[in-house]
Nanobody
Framework: QVQLVESGGRLVQAGGSLRLSCAAS????????MGWFRQAPGKEREFVAR????????GYTDSVKGRFTISRDNAKNTMYLQMNSLKPEDTAVYYC????????????WGQGTQVTVSS
């Protein structure tokens, strides 16, 4: 089992920045990748970014490319999402998720952290 706890979400003005954190504990040695997802009111949850845990390769959805940066600190078992130039449409609950080695799915999810961007 892997436990994930997000933090860092809050109210911010458009154009501002936030850094989200996701602390992982438990069976973290098997982690192959971690990702950030978000769900806005009335919408389905969507992929935001992901990082391969060992090699650090990253991927982003088009709407956040150039504005968001995903990173991780393997020693701290913590993943980050630096969000710059925030827009009102970035408002959502942000979730982190973990994918174990050999699995094609994100099996573990955090409880989410609210990001609200005011115009």
């Amino acid at each position: 089992q892997v436990q994930l706890v997000e933090s860092g979400g809050r109210l911010v003005q458009a154009g501002g920045s936030l850094r989200l954190s996701c602390a992982a504990s438990g069976r973290t040695f098997d982690t192959a990748a971690m990702g950030w997802f978000r769900q806005a009111p009335g919408k389905e949850r969507e992929f935001v970014a992901r990082i391969l845990w060992i090699v650090g390769n990253t991927g982003y959805t088009d709407s956040v490319k150039g504005r968001f940066t995903i990173s991780r600190d393997n020693a701290k078992n913590t993943m980050y999402l630096q969000m710059n130039s925030l827009k009102p449409e970035d408002t959502a609950v942000y979730y982190c998720a973990a994918q174990q080695a050999g699995s094609g799915n994100y099996e573990y999810w955090g409880q989410g952290t609210q990001v609200t961007v005011s115009s």
